[in-house]
């Protein structure tokens, strides 16, 4: 079982009941569950979307959308059914906050689903989880039929006329089904090739009806939301970015784990003092903020409120809240080369500058971290990178480019420090050094 | 063929579909998690696989092919009884995953997607498992196992292998 960390600047509201045996569904009710649901159908749906839309609830899944207002966009009136769809796909390299909720906490996942179907009028929700999370996917499916068998889900919810369903699913094996488009049509039972947008989710989507799609500790943080009150939940971050966040620190440093933070938390002091600074007593060399696609920052850059404006405004992104620790021992261009790596092996091949652009992006730091790039290489890579920026679909196109387009801006001289047949200076033994075939 | 007298499927299997389907708005929405069930108890998605899920989805086994080949859960050879996934992504690298991953070679003398000759393991290098804060990371078939260290993967494998001899062999994978 993944180890759980705590530290005294952790405001627990979504991890409030991690480690407490919340997965059973007594539990979870004596710990104060699904009083919020209950509370949200005797309001109806207006009074839902407006304690939303006060609370500065941001999407968590890494584009920070705000939740109420996502809710908001659903029309009231739709000849087709509409949809509640949790994404549980949690793929992005760095992160892996959901997997503790769905552990820990399944029933505020259903919770929050039921609360996004009643504002929003839908009567079915889907739960879809990345298919490496079976045993997690297992407990998703117990708290479900639990639910069901406290009338909690079903026809008449809570005993009223109301009816929700949830349907949880299993996903195969794909980064890119994370994307909101290619989720459905992955629920579709189809390749998880994006769509084109508009028209946007929220107007045709599932099934072709309405659907609200949000990232699992979105949803899990709804009944929380609920149960606070929308202003006690947005004074806990910072303006326009309400609450808390589940800050998954990993690689270099000396406590690493899930821990939730308020919104706009520092970052340094989230390394050094959360996480307990950079392990072995090393230097820090680079942090990647929000997964694996967020450009990287310079330790210099790191004395900044960890929110999606603040985080935006210094150049990178709060993403999915999953923060990498880099020591001065790790060579950037092996860093870079295994970014692009799992870019190149996740692009659906769909459409053309994601394709062929991490695949040459590969290459290029394949061959240039074996000692084989030329001065001109370097800035090709940055050429390429740049050039693939906002030309596809769905957004794994700008996420390889965009880290790629750091990594060279940021790292130049340790590229430099490559040429000529200089093997890499920062090999280590048992790390197998890339040939050129 | 028809599903009722020539199937792959356990019943228990079969009766897992038959309530799948009734869950969805479509039919087909049951398509990838038969795929992956159906592969968790054949081994694989064999060709008779392949036939059966289409058959019973009611589509063409081209529109399943299309599909399976996307995720890359899913595999259409056999591999060991107990598979061996080791991240190596970002945060499993700078944790040492790849100390990991060759220590996993030696004591398998196996490579990247190797089976071993008893069919027991098979190894495999694999993307972000959503272990990140509890790397390197590593996944037996379904199980995890986090803050795996190079000197843990002898007793581990033979953990494994004494389960698969208890069992029987390394059939089934």
């Known amino acids: ?437 | 063929m028809s599903s009722e007298t020539m199937t792959l499927f356990s019943p228990a299997l079969a009766a897992r579909f038959d309530a799948l389907v009734d869950k969805y708005p479509l039919r087909r929405s049951a398509l990838i998690p038969m795929l992956l069930y159906a592969q968790d108890e054949v081994g694989y998605l064999s060709d008779a696989v392949i036939a059966e899920v289409a058959h019973r989805i009611g589509i063409t086994e081209l529109d399943v092919r299309n599909v399976a080949t996307y995720y890359s859960m899913l595999r259409f050879k056999p591999v060991g009884k107990y598979n061996i996934q080791v991240c190596t992504n970002i945060s499993c690298m700078l944790a040492g995953a790849y100390d990991l991953f060759e220590r996993f070679q030696e004591e398998l003398g196996v490579g990247n997607k190797g089976v071993t000759a008893d069919r027991i393991f098979s190894l495999e290098e694999v993307e972000c498992i959503g272990a990140c804060c509890w790397g390197p990371a590593i996944q037996v078939n379904y199980d995890f196992h986090d803050e795996l260290k190079p000197d843990l993967v002898p007793g581990l494998l033979d953990g494994y292998r004494g389960k698969a001899l208890a069992e029987g062999s390394g059939k089934n994978a």
């Open chain 1, 1 to 437: 079982m993944p180890r759980l960390v705590s530290h005294p600047d952790e405001v627990k509201i979504v991890s409030r009941r991690f480690g407490q045996g919340a997965a059973e569904i007594d539990r979870y009710i004596e710990l104060g569950g699904y009083q919020a649901a209950k509370k949200c159908l005797d309001n109806g749906p207006d009074w839902i979307i407006n304690e939303m839309k006060a609370s500065n609830l941001r999407g968590r899944g890494g584009a920070g959308f705000p939740a109420g207002m996502k809710w908001s966009f659903v029309p009231k009136q739709s000849a087709k059914p509409k949809y509640v769809l949790v994404n549980g796909d949690e793929s992005e390299p760095g992160t892996c906050k959901d997997h503790l909720i769905f552990l820990h906490d399944p029933h505020a996942v259903i919770e929050g689903t039921i609360i996004a179907g009643l504002a929003i009028g839908a009567k079915t929700g889907f739960i879809y989880l990345r298919g490496e999370y079976r045993y997690l996917i297992e407990i998703m499916e117990k708290a479900v039929a639990d639910a069901y068998a406290r009338n909690i889900l079903g026809k008449n919810i809570f005993g009223s006329d109301t009816e929700f369903q949830v349907v949880t699913q299993t996903g195969a094996g794909a980064y890119e089904v994370g994307e909101e488009s290619a989720l459905m049509e992955s629920l579709e039972g189809k390749r998880g090739i994006p769509r084109i947008k508009p028209p946007f989710p929220a107007v045709v989507g599932l099934y072709g009806g309405p659907t609200v799609i949000n990232n699992a500790e979105t949803i899990a943080t709804v009944p929380h939301v609920i149960t606070m009150g929308a202003e006690a939940y947005a004074a806990v971050g910072t303006p326009r970015n309400g609450g808390t966040r589940l800050f998954g620190i990993s690689g270099h440093v000396e406590r690493p784990g899930v821990y939730e933070l308020p919104m706009g938390y520092n970052l340094k002091k989230m390394i050094y003092e959360v996480a307990g600074g950079v392990r072995g007593g090393r230097k820090l060399k680079a942090v990647v903020p929000g997964g694996s696609s967020t450009p990287v920052f310079l330790p210099e850059e790191i004395d900044i409120g960890m929110d999606f404006d603040q985080v935006g405004k210094a150049g990178s992104m709060l993403g999915s809240g999953g923060v990498v620790v880099i020591d001065d021992q790790t060579c950037m261009v092996e860093f870079a080369l295994r970014t692009i790596s799992f870019y190149q092996h996740e692009s659906c091949g769909w459409c053309i500058p994601c394709r062929e652009g991490t695949d040459w992006l590969k290459k290029s730091l394949t061959r240039f971290h074996a000692g084989f790039g030329s001065m001109s290489d370097i800035d090709n890579i940055q050429y390429l990178a740049e050039n693939m920026m906002g030309r596809t679909f769905c957004p794994l196109g700008d996420a390889a480019a965009m880290p790629t387009i750091a990594f060279v801006k940021k790292f130049r001289k340790e590229f430099e420090d490559h040429l000529n047949g200089k093997p890499c200076p920062f090999a280590r033994e048992g790390v197998p050094q890339l040939t050129v075939v």
